[in-house]
């Protein structure tokens, strides 16, 4: 039963006008399975025009009009109203080229994508169930609505949400449904880099996430091929007992699903081992340098894949610097200038979660790392210089003393690094006597 009291009166002018109204698609989907549900959907067979006279004291958007979709914002909240339709034929595996509205609610369920997505509630909570969707959320299953060779070649994006509503469901993918899946799944070249991104944002948070990451590795590479060549890449080191595909797996699921920054970052933090990979006479696996080719990596396929500024320099700083060596207070400090203080307790916890999914004996570091993000928040707390800006001197105090260009900043990197390392105090005249006698006078 859907509760919502606007949501409930919305279907309820609908209905007193002389039109059916139903709850429609992931609220009833969720209001069966006992979650918690955000957007609420209702389908209709009154057309657009129809709705809109409706609700004609109220703010009305046309918002996919020619999908027979209004958007009427009812009492401050918005709700999206469709009629119900039939689609047309698909001929870029990415929207119907045409749309038949109809009458009929059962026409409407039989173009929807999953059975547990194909169900309509009305108001009194009674279920409208065609093709089985509520015994599919009681056995945990996604199964397409009729053939899932004509649902994927109607819209291919499906191939991604299927294997979303798995990792986030937790729910497993019928057999003719994957079957399908993985036979079709290069049809997502057809679909927008702005939906895909989506799709791998929800799967990568998803509670399921290990085993659908492992069970579909084909249709990730379909989307970020470059991932290839870390699906079976043997690792060869004492650190690890994983493929570096399966390990870069378990360390996202290790995140909190509430961060998306560092399960996006964790999810591309080892990509480039395989590129960097060599191995001694002993066969031991050796990576130099592929934090460095990772953040490369990442920052290009983001760039691809339409993501944000801020997300790309997230995951570049993140990936770049998961396998710095951290000791001491001194590293903490010149970590925090690299990547600024938010970010380095995200690359500690990166660290964390990079280690938990990987040999037991590694686990004993994290101690470590708990006691450097503590060292952090001392820093941050006492406001211990740890960035140029912090110095008490500047380009203008070197100036006076006769520094010049490049000699300024050269000087100014050499006093931080003696600061941060506590062999100089960050008091003015000191700073400048040091100056003057260590490095004026060589």
């Known amino acids: 039963m859907i509760n919502d009291i606007k949501a409930l009166e919305v279907l309820d002018m609908i209905e007193k006008s002389g039109h059916e109204a139903y709850f429609a698609g992931g609220c009833v989907r969720d209001s069966i399975a006992g979650r918690d549900f955000h957007d609420i959907d209702i389908t209709t067979d009154a057309l657009p025009e129809e709705i809109i006279k409706i609700f004609d004291k109220f703010t009305t958007i046309p918002t996919g009009i020619k999908h027979g979709t209004v958007t009427v914002i009812y009492k401050s909240v918005p709700f999206e109203i469709t009629t119900y339709r039939i689609d047309g034929k698909y001929s870029d595996s990415r929207r119907p080229d045409s749309v038949e509205f109809t009458r009929n609610l059962a026409d409407d369920l039989s173009r929807r994508d999953f059975t547990v997505n194909a169900m309509a509630m009305d108001s009194e909570g009674n279920i409208v169930d065609i093709f089985g969707g509520a015994e599919d959320i009681q056995n945990k299953i996604i199964r397409c609505v009729g053939s899932p060779e004509k649902r994927f070649e109607e819209d291919a994006l499906r191939i991604m949400r299927a294997i979303r509503f798995s990792a986030q469901l937790g729910f497993e993918i019928e057999e003719k449904t ?8 290069n049809r997502l070249e057809n679909i927008s880099k702005e939906r895909i991104r989506e799709e791998l944002d929800k799967i990568l948070c998803g509670k399921n996430c290990v085993d659908v990451l492992m069970k579909y ?3 990730i590479t379909a989307v970020i091929p470059e991932f290839n060549d870390c699906i079976g890449f043997e690792q060869h080191s004492p650190y690890h007992k994983y493929t570096v595909w399966e390990h870069i797996v378990r360390a996202v699921s290790l995140a909190p699903p509430d961060n998306l920054n560092l399960r996006r970052a964790l999810f591309f933090h080892d990509i480039a081992k395989p590129k960097c990979a060599t191995f001694d006479e002993n066969g031991r696996g050796h990576f130099k340098h592929h934090a460095e080719k990772g953040a490369e990596m990442a920052r290009d396929i983001m760039k691809k894949l339409r993501y944000d500024r801020n997300s790309i320099s ?37 660290k964390k979660c990079d280690n938990s999914a990987k040999n037991d004996f590694v686990l004993d570091e994290n101690r470590l790392f708990d006691e450097l993000m503590e060292e952090g928040r001392k820093i941050i707390e006492n406001n211990e210089c740890r960035k140029l800006k912090d110095l008490e001197i500047n380009g203008n105090d070197l100036a006076e003393l ?29 700073l400048l006597k040091y100056i003057k006698t260590e490095v004026l006078k060589k």
């Open 178 to 185: 994957a079957e399908a899946l993985h036979r079709m799944k």
């Open 402 to 430: 006769g520094l010049h260009g490049v000699d300024i900043g050269i000087t100014l990197n050499k006093i931080l690094g003696l600061v941060i390392e506590e062999k100089l105090l960050n008091k003015h005249d000191i």
């Open 217 to 219: 590795s084909d249709i």
């Open 314 to 350: 997230y995951t570049y700083t993140t990936v770049k610097h998961h396998s710095d060596k951290i000791f001491t207070k001194s590293d903490v400090k010149r970590l925090m200038a690299e990547t600024g203080d938010n970010i380095f307790f995200e690359v500690m916890k990166m």
